[in-house]
Structures are given as structure tokens and as C-alpha cells.
């Protein structure tokens, strides 16, 4: 039997302790560096919004996420970096919907259903009568609550040309600056929330875009929501 020298088992020993150090440490190291950052510009954010909004406090901790919490036009609504490169919005008007419905923007794979899993629910894909909608953002919902959506979608064609109502407010939300694709969810279990994906940081930088999305959110908000 070969006897291994002590020096080799006491190489490997402490080789073997130092990645069970080294690797946490390192992880839990990215990690906090990620959130402090996400935090840092989650808080110059609610610094910019301060003079829009008026009162603009920040809530929640490390497990429970930190918001942005604020009024528009007397509404209350809070605003969330998830993960870097995300926004998102949640209204908070004290009523919840009735309803549950996706509205995301289409990829190169558009989905026949959105599963809501705060429900338990699968929804079918609702085609909509107005190609501003139906080519770049799919509507899921129920078969009559997709009528419903399909009717304010044509209330929305004006004869101008130019979007109204439901129509209007999706396709602001789609091209608003720096916004790569956004999702909007609403259920009674889950409310009213959208997130958005980003490319660029414009609506970090630019309080009037974030309006822009609070006021449309909640046009939104009163045209599915209280039905």
C-alpha cells in the first residue's frame, strides 16, 4: 500500500477547505455588489421622480424587495427594479380586477395560451381587430372577456388614423424610449402590474416617460379593470 505523504494530504486538504470558502465568498460578494448597485440606481430614480410626484419614499428590505412607492393623480402605485434591466409597475388603487388577462409584447414565438400561475389558470389567445395591437403585442384572456378587449380594441380605431383608448395606451407603453418588451398582467389574486424589459436606461434617466407609463397604466387599469 502507498502511503501518501503528509504534505500532499494536508495540500489538498486545505485546497478542498479554500473552494468551500473561496467560491461562497465570492458568489455572495456579486451578489450584494449586484443588489447595492440595483439599489443605488433604484434610488437616484426616486430621486429624479421627486419633483413630479411630490412625496416618493422607498419601502421593503432585502428579502421582501425593495419599491418605490408614490401617488399620480391621487392613485397609489409602487415601482420595482426586479433584476437589472427590468422595470416594473404595480397599481395599487385599492380595487382589484375582476378579470385575468396578458397582454405581452410578441417575439418570434407568440404563445396560443399564457398560463397565470397565481391563479392556476390558462388563457387562450384572444386575436385582436387592430394589427397596432395584434402584430406586436398578443392579448390573452378568457373567450368573453376577450370579446370585451376586442370591442375596446375597435372603439380605440378612430377615423383619423390615430389610436384611442385601449389601443393608445399599449402602443405608447410598446414604444416608450429604451423599452425593449413589456408584459402587463392582471388577475383578482395578482392585480395590476407591468413590467418591462430594457434596452437602454432612458427611463431611469426621464421622470416624464415615467409618468407617461403611470398615466397610461392607469387608463389601462380603468378601462379592463373595473368592469
Known amino acids: ?3 501518501i505523504p503528509g504534505w500532499i494530504q494536508t495540500f489538498v486538504l486545505a485546497g478542498i477547505g479554500l473552494l468551500f470558502v473561496v467560491v461562497p465568498v465570492r458568489v455572495i460578494w456579486g451578489m450584494t455588489r449586484e443588489g447595492r448597485e440595483r439599489r443605488r440606481k433604484l434610488q437616484e430614480l426616486a430621486d429624479r421622480l421627486k419633483g413630479r410626484f411630490g412625496p416618493v419614499r422607498i419601502e421593503g428590505g432585502f428579502l421582501g424587495g425593495r419599491r418605490i412607492r408614490l401617488t399620480h393623480e391621487d392613485r397609489p402605485a409602487a415601482i420595482a427594479r426586479p433584476r437589472p434591466g427590468e422595470i416594473a409597475l404595480r397599481l395599487e388603487p385599492g380595487v382589484e ?6 397582454l405581452r409584447t410578441r417575439g418570434r414565438i407568440t404563445w396560443p395560451f399564457a398560463w397565470m400561475g397565481e391563479s392556476l389558470r390558462l388563457l387562450r389567445r384572444v386575436h385582436m381587430v387592430d394589427p397596432l395591437i395584434d402584430e406586436t403585442v398578443a392579448v390573452y384572456a378568457s373567450s368573453v372577456y376577450g370579446s370585451y378587449l376586442r370591442e375596446l380594441a375597435l372603439a380605440g380605431i378612430a377615423p383619423t388614423g390615430k389610436p384611442t383608448g385601449l389601443v393608445e395606451s399599449v402602443v405608447v407603453l410598446r414604444r416608450l424610449p429604451g423599452v425593449r418588451s413589456f ?5 383578482p389574486s395578482g392585480g395590476f402590474r407591468i413590467r418591462f424589459r430594457l434596452d ?3 427611463l431611469l434617466h426621464r421622470p416624464e416617460d415615467v409618468e407617461s407609463a403611470l398615466h397610461h397604466a392607469f387608463r389601462l387599469y380603468d378601462l379592463m379593470a373595473m368592469v
Not at 97 to 102: F, Q
Not at 183 to 187: H, W
Open 1 to 3: 500500500m502507498i502511503e
Open 183 to 187: 408584459e402587463l398582467r392582471m388577475s
Open 200 to 202: 437602454a436606461d432612458d
Open 97 to 102: 380586477p375582476r378579470a385575468h388577462a396578458v
